[in-house]
C-alpha cells in the first residue's frame, strides 16, 4: 500500500507531466510567426476556459483531470489557466530567447522543486510552509541550466548576469509566494528581470 508521502509525489509527477506539454510552445516559438502562437495559445486558453466552467460553475468532474487538480483548486481557476496568461504576455512582450527561458523555468523549475522537496526534503525554510532546501537548490540549479540553454550567447560576456538573475527570480518567487498562482508570477517577473537586465547592459 501507498504511503500519503509516496501518493502525493505520484500525483506530483503526474500534474508536472501535463505541464511539460509546455515544450511545445517553445517549438513554436522558433518555427512559427508570433501571432500564430499568440493565436494558438488564446485558444487554448478558450478551451481551459471552457473546461474551468464545467468544472467550477457546472459542478461536474471530469474524467481523468479531477484527479489532477489540487484541493486548493477545487474552488477556483487551476494553475493552467494563469499558466497560459503568463505564457500569452511572456509570448507578446519578451523576446524569443527570454519568453522560452520563463517558459520552461516556471514548469521544470518548479517541477524540480516540487519533486525533490517532497522525495528528498529534510531542510524547512523557518516560516515559510512546505517549502524545503533542497527543492528550492534543485530548482534554481534546474533554472540556471535553462537559462545558460537559452540565453548563454543572448549578451555574450554579460549573459551568465541575465541567467542569474531570471533563475534567482524564479526560485524566489516559487519559494515566498502562496497567495497568487506562480505559474503567472514565474514567467512574468523573471522574464521581466532578464529583459530589463538585458537591455541595461547591452
Same mark, same amino acid.
Given at each position: /500500500?501507498?504511503?500519503?508521502?509516496?501518493? @502525493?509525489?505520484?500525483?506530483?509527477?503526474?500534474?508536472?507531466?501535463?505541464?511539460?506539454?509546455?515544450?511545445?510552445?517553445?517549438?513554436?516559438?522558433?518555427?512559427?510567426?508570433?501571432?500564430?502562437?499568440?493565436?494558438?495559445?488564446?485558444?487554448?486558453?478558450?478551451?481551459?476556459?471552457?473546461?474551468?466552467?464545467?468544472?467550477?460553475?457546472?459542478?461536474?468532474?471530469?474524467?481523468?483531470?479531477?484527479?489532477?487538480?489540487?484541493?486548493?483548486? =477545487?474552488?477556483?481557476? @487551476?494553475?493552467?489557466?494563469?499558466?497560459?496568461?503568463? =505564457?500569452?504576455?511572456?509570448?507578446?512582450?519578451? @523576446?524569443?530567447?527570454?519568453?522560452?527561458?520563463?517558459?520552461? /523555468?516556471?514548469?521544470?523549475?518548479?517541477?524540480?522543486?516540487? &519533486?525533490?522537496?517532497?522525495?528528498?526534503?529534510?531542510?524547512?525554510?523557518?516560516?515559510?510552509?512546505?517549502?524545503?532546501?533542497?527543492?528550492?537548490?534543485?530548482?534554481?540549479?534546474?533554472?540556471?541550466?535553462?537559462?545558460?540553454?537559452?540565453?548563454?550567447?543572448?549578451?555574450?560576456?554579460?549573459?551568465?548576469?541575465? &541567467?542569474?538573475? /531570471?533563475?534567482?527570480?524564479?526560485?524566489?518567487?516559487?519559494?515566498?509566494? @502562496?497567495?497568487?498562482?506562480?505559474?503567472?508570477?514565474?514567467?512574468?517577473?523573471?522574464?521581466?528581470?532578464?529583459?530589463?537586465?538585458?537591455?541595461? &547592459?547591452?
Amino acid at each position: /500500500m501507498e504511503t500519503q508521502e509516496e501518493f @502525493s509525489l505520484k500525483r506530483e509527477l503526474q500534474r508536472k507531466a501535463v505541464h511539460a506539454t509546455s515544450v511545445l510552445i517553445v517549438v513554436f516559438c522558433y518555427f512559427l510567426p508570433k501571432e500564430v502562437i499568440l493565436l494558438l495559445l488564446t485558444l487554448f486558453l478558450i478551451l481551459f476556459l471552457e473546461v474551468e466552467f464545467v468544472r467550477l460553475e457546472l459542478r461536474q468532474k471530469l474524467p481523468l483531470f479531477h484527479k489532477l487538480y489540487r484541493e486548493k483548486e =477545487a474552488e477556483r481557476l @487551476s494553475g493552467n489557466v494563469f499558466f497560459l496568461i503568463g =505564457a500569452l504576455i511572456a509570448v507578446s512582450v519578451f @523576446s524569443k530567447e527570454v519568453a522560452s527561458a520563463a517558459i520552461l /523555468m516556471t514548469t521544470f523549475g518548479d517541477s524540480a522543486a516540487a &519533486i525533490f522537496g517532497k522525495r528528498f526534503g529534510r531542510t524547512w525554510l523557518p516560516g515559510l510552509k512546505d517549502r524545503a532546501v533542497e527543492g528550492c537548490t534543485a530548482e534554481f540549479v534546474v533554472d540556471l541550466l535553462i537559462g545558460f540553454v537559452f540565453l548563454h550567447s543572448f549578451l555574450n560576456s554579460w549573459s551568465w548576469l541575465v &541567467i542569474l538573475v /531570471m533563475a534567482g527570480t524564479a526560485t524566489v518567487v516559487e519559494t515566498v509566494v @502562496s497567495k497568487i498562482d506562480d505559474n503567472l508570477l514565474i514567467p512574468l517577473f523573471a522574464g521581466f528581470n532578464a529583459q530589463i537586465l538585458s537591455y541595461a &547592459i547591452s
